[in-house]
Nanobody, 117 residues
Framework: VQLVESGGGSVQAGGSLTLSCVLS??????MGWFRQAPGKERVWVAS???????EYADSVKGRFTISKGSGATTLYLQMTSLKPEDSALYYC???????????????WGQGTQVTVS
């Protein structure tokens, strides 16, 4: 399984960015996005199941949208109304799930940096 993110960058508060992730070797079950700010743990942001069901962390609900491209080989995260606290390294993830309220994933991309000023 290989995941390659792109689309990160620097943006002013209130702006928008769309992250992309190309997945190979994986076409089923949960895919998602996590993020890690400097000095903090990596946290779940959003996920999408094979049937299209989506979930979002409360901190991004209403501002971020997760979606899949055709063939489920591309994952997107559309981010709007960005805030400085959204600044983090964003990771694409596959084979994700939730255990006792904590999200996890087995496969990870290398991360793409998002900076909001």
């Amino acid at each position: 399984v290989q995941l390659v993110e792109s689309g990160g960058g620097s943006v002013q508060a209130g702006g928008s960015l769309t992250l992309s992730c190309v997945l190979s070797g994986y076409k089923r079950d949960c895919m998602g996005w996590f993020r890690q700010a400097p000095g903090k743990e990596r946290v779940w942001v959003a996920s999408i199941e094979s049937d299209g069901t989506t979930e979002y962390a409360d901190s991004v609900k209403g501002r971020f949208t997760i979606s899949k491209g055709s063939g489920a080989t591309t994952l997107y995260l559309q981010m709007t109304s960005l805030k400085p606290e959204d600044s983090a390294l964003y990771y694409c993830a596959a084979q994700c799930g939730k255990d006792n309220g904590t999200w996890y994933a087995y496969y990870w991309g290398q991360g793409t940096q998002v900076t909001v000023s």
